[in-house]
């Protein structure tokens, strides 16, 4: 590397200066207190009083309530104002007390030594205008430092799809791979690593380099010259768009990229290589999230084989408040940071040069070589020639100069200085420069690997002129780029220069050329011709000056390099012998074993094999059991209650349960629970119901039992007509009153009838007062515009009953209908229905007639009225509904044992099935179970409470219909039928489990992209498992005598014939259709707009990808589409055609049908397409620009402000009840308030003024009558005198009274609330809010509830959460704001859905699930679905994105495998549990129909077992030993889990755990270090490295984590160290296995460097050193001077390894002590658990830790679950009850859990 000890060097100690510099600022100012930010403090939490004796009579509680809710109120009102004081301070000056050392200085950038300086501007940073620019940049830095602490670490492409995209700031890309020691091409090799990455896993992109900041790299200029090549080579060698356009982010052009394209998100650096540019990355940052652009930080980003993880900055208000406040600021930071008089260079402090010289010296030169080279070439020998060419003349040029200018003055002030290169001495550089590029253009990749790593170093009078040579490639590059009319090949733009191999070959001509002809080694004809084609044009360009020939290469003396510092790499390190230990084990034969065989085998007497770990030791000392098997998890679960359990305090915990199940599954479903009789006798034949009709001769009882029916069915015939004839003229009148209630009326009483005929007859009655209401409308109007919706209701009652009682219609109904098709004005309507009724004529018809057409009219106005395909035959396996035909093929998968993946929209009615299944298991056997197994526990609850509600069975003592096991509780789990197992469970557990189950299953989903590719995986499985079992029968014929389960009986579903058929069932069809609503604040006032859903699309998105097959439209969206298609192309050709009249599947139909309009929806989709391919691009465009929305932007803080008068707007336009998404906890809670005290604030601006007075006046009277009342003692009225007695009378009259009216007083008046009080019985209220009476914030939503508000987030308590769940499906709560937690599953079906607040969250996924809410199939004819002031570009992304594929987990961890080894070594049923272990293994979705990932998963099995094998878990047959029981229990937690066995093993923990003397008790300080470890081991969450940048005192946590104690720290280093040494020994042994094709290409551009045509070279052989081991280094590394050796070093791994191998470093289970992000700064980790140890405080987690209330209580619950989890492993490892790390465990899980209590 020519540059390695300056250029280099000098930035990257700047680099690491500036990142240092934030470190040291750490280390002052301790003692600052600080103020926490009021925008910190979380909800009111109503402070708690002693509870009254039991004697309180209920309206005393009523008061108490309503005191307490109004302190709450109070509280709130407070916080409100606060808020708003604190939004107007966005400068967070006093949420922190800060200091820090920062100083920042404009001034000349100057590199190390001051032989090559760039001098750019100096300002006087005493004047005031910089005193303001240096005091505003304090201020933003301390901005973007809060903003960028508070980031997420997430999942950044989790859920991405085609139409998502984001932003990559092409410096911070650069700053992310700049180091040292990096040569050239390896730069580019790491850069496009990291972008195919991202491509892989089909992520979109764009890559934005801004203009201005160019100028920060002059001072560098080898950066500079990557940076150019690397935006050149992007533009040209990938498909990566490269946007060079922008000059800064200030620019309107940006702001406009920005407005247009909206991306998801920017990854961007906030550090530079200078203080200057970290300053320019801020403005930047600012500028984004003040844009609604999130930002994810370049540094601390971690990649998996199938996820990228890095730390999401989300865009907040606070960032749009900054930059409107600071918006003059920032823009002249951004003008002063990169503002420049015309930059010099100066060389040796006397030689300058103005840039502008350069650049037009290059101009000139790049003009003269295209008519040298007209037919052009290579970049590199284009480049090599420019740099020389140019860098010699102006190199000439500058001595020159200086020696005309200078003269005698130059030799003494040239004493302090390097003398300058002689132009003879600079010659022979670039000599040496174009013989470099000789070797790149002939060399192959191969060879140059293994070229000798040199240390050596170019002399301070070298480094100026190399440096020059940069500046000129920069400007030759740049120059180049606007050449379009030359043809140059910018194939090989990575590959320009090789630091490494000239200074090799300088080192060659400078010692061993000059040593004698031993030495004097052949270039090679080819070589030697190239070589001389180069200079000879060099020469040519610079012909005014004579630099001499090509040959010889050296004509001078001048020594290049450093001689005291000239040497080489010694790469004769020993390494380990190389193969694995062999392991005898079947399973891992079968499934490893066509990779094995390759891979060699190290021998039995190899120091590896026999230093083998045993634990026999310390189990003798310690009196431990470590290979002791430990209890099943699920045994370990807290119980709650069990069926079995004899002590009647139990019984009654259980009957309340159950009870309560029963009353919470009544909310869920209307039917009342199905008693369930076992049918010992039952067929087990799927169709035996349907068969059983198909009989010809029937018994005398079944035609007894027959006629029996049809007389009961005669009599409620009978008793339904009396009761119309009762009401058919109320109704009618009532419709003419008011159509709408009247209509609803109808509806109502037609669900009441089951009787065909009297259904039709209040039908037709419906029909002709609907008419009848459309006549006196029309009568009414005249000549003006009529309301359709009237005659909608007219066309809809014909609908109906042509559809539904067609049967019924006799000719004198159908001339009636056709007589009214006329009065509407359908001629052709009434002609095709009058065909075979013959004609009529009315005269009249015009005055009524609709101006619209009928097909028009169908879809415009009729819309979501039309009829859907329904079934009418009903299906004996279903009581309450007519099935479709997708629900009666899952019903038959469930008759016929098949399995299913069923996909199908929301509230379709897909969870029917699970029920059936259920009910079909229960009537077989008492012995056959069904599973239930959920994603969340809510969803869990929910099934529980409808399987009570649904089934009611008597069962044998000690069973129970259903029992729940999650995480942290269970009950009658294994004493049950049917068993509901949930909790936050990650998706591999999914996998697996669907990979191990024998039996039928049904998967059921709304949101699958591919459930093609999901089903073949699973009927892979189900196959693997059909050949399985087969072979388990014919090998082992008495397994199951094992298994105590099966000993039972067999069951009649055991009997059935087992099927191995996986079927899909799709239907994609929605019941309701959805209606989007854009929705912005202008002033005071609501602008809601439709948004059709084509509005999304773009011509790009239709053409890469077609238009979602999930887009569906409305029929009065498809009747908007075609509108606006003719107006914006009038010559169509089809417009004719696709006119709704006209279109064949509408013509003269008087039913048009849901499916009719998507046959239509389709065709116009089509054309759409069509459009495109017809070169109509433009009205395509016009189109779509057309259907948009025009939202208006506001601020945050007045959309929050508005919020509750947004929900106004929704209740006036009938669109409640509705759920309000938001994604932060805080706010759901602040929004839910905000609309509870609007109301509050209406009903006290509308009570009358002496309203509090009265109510005070009245409670007083009526507690003293109260007080009166309580002297008369009731018991002895006997003996009360007749006057008492009456004075007794009258007190309880006169209190009757005043409760009357106190009630009356405090009554909620119904403009004041949202709740339905018709919707629930007070007694039901009463019930519900009981479970809220010990809840922290039971009164404060009790008030909410009865106003109709609630909220609903995973931070509540179980009750509260069930509460609102209850209250909203019962229709009494009619507002809920949410998080995610209502997404998955939960049944709360609503109006509508509104999305309140735009997240990193709301991805298409959640987006899918949450609208899918809207609309109650039954009550709502329509979905609503609106968006709250969501940026435009993300509802357009969002609604045509398509839902992402699933593509399955990395399946395996080190943990995993060991469980699977135990389970095949431990198993009764060894042939059984290695079916089990080898289906987990050989069937993951991951690698389904993905070779190249299966032999990635063996690879990884291959050194997990290496590892567990030298660890000590594992013998050489695959038997587990040593501590492997207590590894697997804490599986959850590698390689913490390793590390915490490493640790006991030592004797550390009893080392540690003394107690108190003479006690077993432990003190503060011992447990305290115990909380420190479990947090340095298992609650590790990482800050990003900048939250360290400033010295913070927080309000009362420590927040950065301490390190481990000493010796703890000692041993996790010396485990690091033999999992780093048996991770490189593995990869050095299987680097065989890699594609090595492959490994020479770039990853991205797929740049091959295998040269064809090398022919040798004496030199290049000499030039490369044989003893370099690179056998498994990527040799684009190896130029870098990697070799086998550094792979011991962790660090490195990723940079080095072959990439086609297909695991990198974050498969090895290391355990850092400390990560580093890209840039060497520290990540610290957060302190969280040890915290909330010490204050027990949630909140306090919330204000100092930068951790959500929600987030904080999970990772706290899962902690302490950890804690006693290890108590209770221990516990059964140990003999001694009273060993002292025993029992600090046990203590320290009660405390833990204790203080989790109370904080919560």
Known sequence: MPESRSVMDSAEDHFKKVVHNDADENASNDDKDSECSDSEKTGFIPKKEDKESGSTTDSDEENETSDKAEAAVAQMLKEEEDREKEAEDPDYSNAYSISTTEEVTQQASQTEGEDFIVLQHEHDSQSPGIRKHLEFLKKLRLHVWASLSRAQYVSLLKDFVESEFFVIDGDSL???????????????????????DFTEKGAKYVIAFFKDAEQMYFPYPHFLFLRTALIEHLRHNTSTTVHTEFSSCLSSKWEIFLKKSYPYFIILSDIGLTSLQTDYLSILIAHSLSKKINVVLASGQEYDILRVYGYHVQSVYKHRLFFQKYQQDLRCACENLVRSKEPLICLYEHLKMSLKSIQKEVRQTVHLLKQLWPEGSDIRRVVCVLA???GLKIYSNMLENANTSMGAKTEQSAR??????????????CRMQCLTVTFLLHMPLSQRAQIRIMKSCWTKQVLPLIKMQQLCTHFALTQLSDTNDWKLDLTYLPDLNDDSLLINLAHYYEVKYTEGLEFKKELGKEMENEYQCLWDMVAKLAVKYSFGDAFPIRKTSQLFLEQERTLFRDCEEEIPNIGLISVKSDLVEEYAGDVLKDLPVLESNDPAVTSLIKYKEFDELCHWHS?????????????????????????????????????????LEDS???????????????????KKTQRKHKSKAET???????????????????QWKALCIPTEKEIKANLTVGINKLEKFLKTLKSKSVKFSVEMTGLSACLEVWKEHCRKQGNKSKDLRKAVQVMRRIHILLEKYQDLLEKRHLQKLTRYLRLLGFENLACSLSDSTGESNDQNISNYAIEVGPARFQLQYMDYYLLREERNDPDPRVQHFIPDTWQRELLDAVDNNESAVIVAPTSSGKTYASYYCMEKVLKTSNEGVVVYVAPTKALVNQVVGTIYNRFTKKLPDGLVVCGVFTRDYRNDVMNSQVHCLGGEIGAEVWEHLLVTIRCPFLALSATVSNPGHLTEWLQSVKRYWQRAENKIEGSSTNSEKNFTRNCRVKSKVQEQKKSYRVRLVLYEERYNDLEKYVCSLKGSDFIIEHCHPCAALTVNHIENYGIPSDLSLSPRESIQLYDTMVKVWQQWPRAQELDPEEFVSFKNKVVIKKADVRKYEQELKKELSKWIVLGQRQKVNELLEHLKPKPVDCSEQEKWKRFASFVDKLHEMDKLPAIFFIFNVDSVERAAKNVFVNLLKKQKSEQYPNTEREKERLSDELRKVKKMLIKFNPQDTRKLSSSKMENMALLLTKKKQLEKRLKRLTAIPSVCTYADPKAVDEDTLRKIFHRLRFERRGYLQKMMALRGIGYHHGSMATKERQVVEMLFRLGYIKVVTATSTLALGINMPCKSVVFAEDSVFLDALNYRQMSGRAGRRGQDMIGNVFFYDIPLPKVERLIKSNVPQLKGQFPLTVSLILRLMLLAAKADDKADARAKALSVLKHSLMSFRKERNAEILKIYFMFSLQFLIKEGYLDQEGNPIGFAGLVTHLYYYEPSNFVFVSFLVKGLFHKLCQPIKGSTVFSDDVLEKLVLILANLF???????????????FCQSKVFLEDLPEDFADAVNEYNTKVEENFAHFLLTTAKLADMEQEYRLPLSKTDFTSKNWHGSELASYLMDNTKSISAISPFACLSGVVDNDLFHGEVINKAVLRSLGINVTNCPLLYLNKYDNQGRRRPLNAYALDFYKHGSLIALTTDNWLNEGDAYYALKDFSLLIKSIGTSLSELCDDPNDNVLLAFQQLGEIYEKKLKCGT
């Open 704 to 722: 007894i039992a027959e006629e029996n029916n049809r007389r009961l069915k005669s009599k409620e015939e009978k008793k339904e007509q009396e």
């Open 627 to 667: 290979g002791r098997p430990l209890t099943e998890e699920y045994d370990r679960v807290h119980c709650n209650a069990d069926a079995k359990s004899r002590d009647p305090e139990e019984r009654r915990q259980i009957q309340k349960l159950q009870t309560f199940r029963h009353f919470y599954g009544s909310t």
């Open 388 to 390: 020389c060419a140019v």
């Open 1579 to 1593: 609650g590790r969450k990482y800050l990003p490295a900048c939250s360290m940048k400033y010295k913070c005192t």
């Open 672 to 690: 009342t629970s199905k008693l369930i009789v076992r049918q010992d006798d039952a067929s087990g034949n799927a169709n035996a119901a349907v």
């Open 416 to 429: 302090g200085r390097s003398k300058p290169l002689s132009p003879e001495a600079a010659a022979d550089l």
């Open 174 to 196: 650069l700053l992310m791979f700049l180091d040292k020691e990096t040569q050239y091409l390896n730069f580019f090799y790491q850069i496009e690593c990291f972008l195919q």
